[in-house]
């Protein structure tokens, strides 16, 4: 298994040439992506992320939010990863249920989802408390939705490398 990721791997074009040749040595291919840039590229599972509003840098990041905010979310991108990938994945970060209407928005402009292919994972860098994750688990469960834990974060902690 190799998981092509960032940053957003997708900007660069060399992303093409180490998919194919992670091809030839017969690699099971994950790649995650904010789903802001398409490109052909080998790929058996393709996660996209799309950001939510609760990713923005602080107002007092000035430009850096501005351009955060203006170019966090691409729906022709979206369908096209859709579309073009039929092992796929939407993974949002979410801090709670006050996120689950803009999840529901960004669903509602995109054609072709299933619940199944719908994946929450909680913010942070420490491990969702009990409650936290089961009021997650639980909008996942009515929703038909699936809960994705942070594994690195569970096993190793906020560090580089992990």
């Not at 052909?40 to 393709?46: E, K, Q």
């Amino acid at each position: 298994h190799a998981v092509l990721t960032g940053g957003e791997p997708m900007i660069f074009a060399a992303i093409e040439s180490i998919a194919a040749a992670l091809r030839t040595l017969g690699m099971h291919i994950t790649i995650e992506t904010a789903g802001t840039v398409f490109r052909t590229v080998a790929a058996d599972l393709m996660s996209i992320s799309p950001k939510l509003a609760n990713s923005a840098p602080p107002e007092s990041a000035g430009v850096w939010r501005e351009r955060h905010e203006a170019r966090r979310l691409n729906f022709a991108v979206l369908q096209s990863l859709l579309d073009a990938y039929p092992e796929r994945q939407l993974k949002f970060v979410v801090a709670g249920e006050t996120d689950v209407p803009e999840i529901e928005g960004v669903l509602a402009k995109l054609r072709g989802v299933a619940p199944a292919d719908v994946l929450l994972m909680p913010e942070g860098i420490t491990p969702p408390d009990r409650g936290e994750a089961q009021g997650i688990a639980a909008i996942c469960i009515r929703r038909g939705w699936r809960y994705c834990n942070r594994l690195h974060i569970d096993l190793y902690g906020h560090r580089r490398g992990t």
